[in-house]
């Protein structure tokens, strides 16, 4: 019955050829100017296993101002010149730089009023001391405790550095706003850069170096928007003297070098695959109408594009990527129906021949990517889409319209090669087992336990860095920045998300709180430390008002002036201290006159879509994000973002979500392959290349030191998809013994599909260079298999025992 | 807890002090006035003669926050290239001693020895190199910061005024230095602060190039 239709479809397609292929040209036409409108998608978490703290971390990586900085490294050539050569090198860069590509340039801390800057941040004292603190104030204030300050504030006085500090310890005789102090430094400490401050200006420690931090509202996911960015900076650059180095540290070069990269090796692989194509249509072919066999792939996968973006919006890059790999996979369709109609007698008895196993080889490629929906990762979905659509597209033209057009009864090449080497390719007698088939399944079962245990080598690499393709000489700038300036690994953040400036710092607050418990008031860096939240401050005052009006001013005051006189301070000495002691307390959001603060504001809170987000920092170690974790779970709207926890997590969630999807496809090509064949003998030669092409992936990817990932593995998907495809032709050419060239068509499927991966082993970028490795190896030694071992098999095991 | 408040201040404010000197030795100014170049070029030559230094020295400060002058008296060591030491005998026992990268002191207070590393402090190791260029007479680097006049040629007496923009221009009014006759060494420092606040340090037999004992150098109560 399924015959008749499709013979019926046949025949009416037969009829309005001409029709159908000024409809098949309106379309491809229309799908050629609608890719213009089609929107893409490189939003990295389309490809991330749907795991929603994985979808987190990323997003806040990505949005966060830790990521879009840029970074100018300047360095000394010479030891001829000095740091004030160098600090001139950077002014002269800071005033070059401007709107609309930097926002901000920051080289230092600001020479002048530093000194007036934090005296005026420990005017707040009132605001930032707590009950604890108070509690170990009133112990000082006694006799022994005020003399005991009086004589170290003396002894301070005396000492060479004591002009800088005078200031301090007259507004704070008693050392009560150290604590102020000593949480500043840390928070100072934890910039994750080792500098020191010179004229103002960032050095690093050899003092040959100097920093800036320049701010930009490009992102680093913005393509063009890197690309003018990165010119803007090297041509800025060029104004600087030829003794001073600059080194530009940003994501955005990381991004405008992997489009370089990718479209080298695009047009790299373009040039060496259309060369060996048409070197392949001149020696093969020889047929004008041969080129439709690549049109078709072509013409399927640009009507996908169209049609998946009409249905699900919009398309990531990747699945655009996997496009030439599609058509790669479907042109053999189209070879297999040539051959058929070349070697064939006639047109519909060549096409009814090849048309079964087309369709079983068909659903089984689409059983593979069928598997992919069902993944948790969005991409996969649309990956599964289009690969099913550009098949079906594919398979149709190939059966339904190519046979149309394609003219018999004219010499051509391949009937001509296929007659000529009819007994070594094509005729070679299935029937009576040699011993020579017995040598070629040892062999291949030797191939296939050394490949195993080889197998036992392989490695799965998850790390994020790997897909980066980026020139070595960026890779250098950044070890060489590290050495110089990168004190520590970065540290994990913890974030606090809320509606408001205020509810965040209260969470963060408590949080800072048990985290001083749990991982040590030294590793955990938060703005809590010297800016609590309002509430909190407003606390702190009426706690402060009342510590001092009930007396303790007064007390103090008279201890000062008794035991201040032994030491020869005048009556006025620490004046500053009682003058200020009332200063701030009037509670604002912020202390906007400060920039110290505001600095530290940049660093510590993040707005972003109308909510707040306050980060506090800790190092990345196990210990201490498991403790956090235990913390964040007990309040909502918080979250960790470790990059040591994210590329396990990421490593995990990828490598059981692929290992599922390819245990569903292995499932799926099994039972669909012996539902359609209908016999379970058939179904295990037909899987022969499938086993055979997964052995020589796993075992040869570590002979070459590399190790698989997300992409390969996918590839290898694919792999089994086409080695499948190879299975089922060969089976189905033993057991009917078809004269249609299958072979042959095998073969030229096999040759288009390495040629098409081949060039994919001559791409920089690691992503290309991984899914060609992958598919050529699996594919050369399924193919391999197919031609091979399945007839000897067959002759061995079925032919032999029927 | 005071001692590390005076720590923590240090760190926070001293990097926006400037470095002073560099140690790429004595350079041609180009904005320097002849006679002025002469006259710091010459001192640079003496006292790039001293290997070792070994002063007493008379401190009076005079500081708002005390009723009276207070007078201090003390020893200065110094061996090229990394030692340096400073010992305050009288009114309190306190030493200051530095080794290459470690800083030492010791006051009779606490009778406990603090030990910073310089390269690790880089406030410190402003504020002590600014101090130790004052007493290593590598002048012609200040006037990048400074500006510096001659007041007196016999003995030479230079005031250095700070420039603006720079943070030490934010604290000090001016730095005066007298020479002693033999334009070996420095006689006296003068240092104003904005303030009102002064110091002047004066140096008392001053012997150069003489051994110094090992004790120099340790960080103990001296005795008065």
């Known amino acids: 019955m399924l015959d008749d239709h499709f013979f019926r479809l046949y025949g009416n397609i037969q009829r309005s050829k001409w029709l159908v292929a000024v409809l098949t040209a309106v379309v491809i036409i229309a799908a050629v100017i609608g890719l213009k409108s089609v929107c893409f998608d490189n939003n990295i978490e389309l490809m991330l296993p749907g795991n929603d703290e994985v979808y987190r971390s990323i997003r806040f990586l990505r949005e966060s101002n ?24 950077v002014k002269k860069i800071e005033e070059s730089l401007g709107p609309p590509l930097v926002t901000d340039v920051i080289s230092g801390i600001p020479e002048n009023n530093v000194v007036e800057e934090m005296l005026e941040l420990l005017k707040y004292a009132p605001q930032l001391i707590d009950e604890p603190n108070l509690l170990l104030i009133e112990k000082q204030i006694n006799p022994s405790g005020v003399k005991e300050s009086l004589q170290n504030n003396y002894r301070q006085f005396l000492t060479p550095a004591s002009t800088l500090i005078i200031p301090f310890i007259r507004s704070d005789p008693l050392g009560i706003y150290s604590n102020i102090l000593r949480s500043l430094q840390k928070i100072y400490s934890s910039v994750g850069y080792e500098v020191t401050v010179e004229n103002g200006y960032f050095i690093s420690k050899d003092r040959k170096h100097a920093m800036l931090i320049l701010d930009t509202p490009i992102n680093l996911t913005d393509g063009f928007g890197s690309r003018k960015l990165i010119s803007y900076l090297n041509n800025r650059l060029n104004i600087l003297p030829d003794f001073i180095s600059a080194d530009i540290i940003a994501g955005h070069l990381h991004t405008v070098s ?138 149709a033209c190939s059966l339904f319209i190519l046979p149309h057009f394609i003219i018999k009864g004219k010499y051509n090449k391949l009937a001509h090669t296929v007659k000529k080497y009819g007994k070594q390719i094509n005729q070679r007698s299935l029937k009576e087992p040699k011993t020579q088939d017995k040598l070629i399944v040892l062999c291949w079962a030797i191939f296939m336990i050394i490949a195993l ?64 418990t749990v991982v040590g008031e030294d590793n955990f860096s938060s703005l809590a430390a010297i800016w609590p939240s309002k509430q909190t401050r407003e606390a702190n005052v009426d706690r402060w ?80 994000v498991n403790a956090m974790s235990t913390i964040s779970c007990h309040y909502p709207g918080t979250f960790l973002v470790s990059r040591k926890v ?90 009917r013994n078809l004269k249609t060239g299958t072979r042959m068509a095998v073969s030229l499927s096999a040759i288009t599909t390495l040629i098409g ?11 290309l260079f991984s899914i060609g490795a992958t598919i050529v190896s699996g594919v050369l030694f399924g193919y391999i298999a197919s031609i091979i071992v399945i007839p000897s098999f067959y002759r061995l095991w079925i032919e032999n025992t029927t | 807890m005071q001692k590390t408040a005076l720590l923590l201040i240090l760190f926070l404010v001293m990097p926006a002090i400037d470095r002073y000197a560099e140690t790429s030795g004595i350079k041609t100014h ?120 001659i007041l007196k040629r016999k003995p030479v007496s230079l005031k250095f005024i700070p420039r603006k923009n720079t943070t030490a221009g934010n604290v000090i009014d001016s730095v005066t230095v007298i020479f002693r006759d033999d334009e070996r060494y420095i006689h006296q420092i003068y240092i104003k602060e904005k303030s009102s606040n002064s110091t002047l340090l004066t140096f008392v037999n001053t012997q150069l190039n003489t051994p110094l004992e090992a004790a120099a150098w340790e960080v103990q109560p001296r005795v008065r």
């Open chain 1, 66 to 89: 830790l990521s879009d900085k840029v970074i100018l490294s300047l360095g000394l050539k010479s030891s001829e010149y000095t740091t004030k050569d160098l600090i001139a090198a």
């Open chain 1, 258 to 395: 992997n489009e370089d990269v990718i479209k080298r090796d695009i047009r790299l692989t373009l040039i060496i695959a259309s060369t060996a194509f048409i070197l392949l249509f001149i020696v093969v072919f020889r047929d004008l109408g041969a080129i439709i066999i690549f049109l078709i792939p072509l013409a399927s996968v640009i009507v996908s594009i169209n049609i998946s973006n009409l249905i699900l919006n919009k398309l990531s890059y990747f699945i655009i990527g996997m496009g030439a790999v599609i058509a790669g996979i479907a042109v053999d369709y189209g070879i297999h129906v040539y051959t058929a109609l070349r070697i064939g007698d006639s047109r519909q008895e060549a096409v009814k021949s090849i048309a079964k196993p087309l369709i079983i080889g068909a659903l089984t490629t689409i059983s593979v990517f069928a598997s992919f929906f069902f993944s948790s990762v969005q991409g996969y979905h649309q990956l599964a889409f289009f690969s099913i659509l550009s098949i079906i597209l594919c398979l």
């Open chain 1, 453 to 516: 245990i080889l197998s036992k080598q392989i490695s799965f690499n998850s790390e994020i860095s790997q897909f980066d393709g980026s020139e070595i000489e960026i890779i250098k700038a950044e070890q060489k920045f590290n050495s110089v300036w990168v004190n520590k690994t970065s540290p994990a953040v913890f974030v606090v998300q809320e509606n408001s400036l205020e509810e965040a710092l209260k969470v963060n607050e408590k949080i800072y709180r048990e985290a001083k």
């Open chain 1, 545 to 624: 008002k009342k510590f001092w009006k009930q007396g303790k001013e007064e007390k103090l005051r008279k201890l000062i002036s008794t035991y201040g006189s032994d030491y020869n301070f005048s009556e006025d000495a620490f004046s500053p201290f009682f003058d200020n002691l009332y200063a701030c307390t009037i509670v604002e959001d912020e202390p906007k006159r400060i920039k110290i603060y505001k600095r530290l504001k940049e660093r510590f809170v993040i707005a972003k879509n109308n909510r707040l987000q306050v980060m506090s920092f800790f190092p990345d170690e196990d210990k201490y």
């Open chain 1, 646 to 735: 994210l590329s396990r997590m990421l490593s995990k969630s990828v490598s059981s979500e692929i290992i599922l999807l390819s245990g569903i496809a292995a499932i799926m090509i099994s039972l669909l392959t012996c539902l359609l064949l209908k016999n379970i003998k058939m179904t295990a030669l037909a899987l022969i290349p499938v086993i055979t092409g997964t052995a020589a992936v796993i075992g040869i990817i570590p002979i070459f030191g590399l190790s698989l990932n997300a992409p390969s593995l996918i590839a290898a998907m694919v792999v089994l998809g086409l080695c499948i495809d190879y299975g089922i032709f060969m089976v189905y050419t033993c057991s």
């Open chain 1, 757 to 767: 991966a081949g060039v994919l082993l001559f791409a920089n970028h690691p992503v």
């Open chain 2, 30 to 149: 180009k904005n320097l006035a002849p006679d002025l170049y002469e006259v710091l070029h010459r001192l640079e030559d003496n006292t790039s003669e001293i290997r070792t230094l070994k002063t007493e020295f008379v401190q009076e400060k005079e500081l708002a926050v005390f009723k009276e002058k207070i007078i201090l008296n003390g020893m200065i060591f110094l061996q090229k290239p990394e030692l340096f030491a400073w010992h305050i005998i009288e009114p309190l026992s306190y030493s200051m001693v530095i080794k290459g990268d470690t800083l030492s002191q010791w006051d009779e207070n606490t009778k406990k020895t603090q030990k910073i590393s310089l390269s690790k402090n880089p406030a410190f190791q402003v504020a002590i190199s600014q101090m130790k260029d004052w007493f290593s007479g590598k002048y012609t680097s200040m006037t990048e910061d400074y500006d510096i006049i």
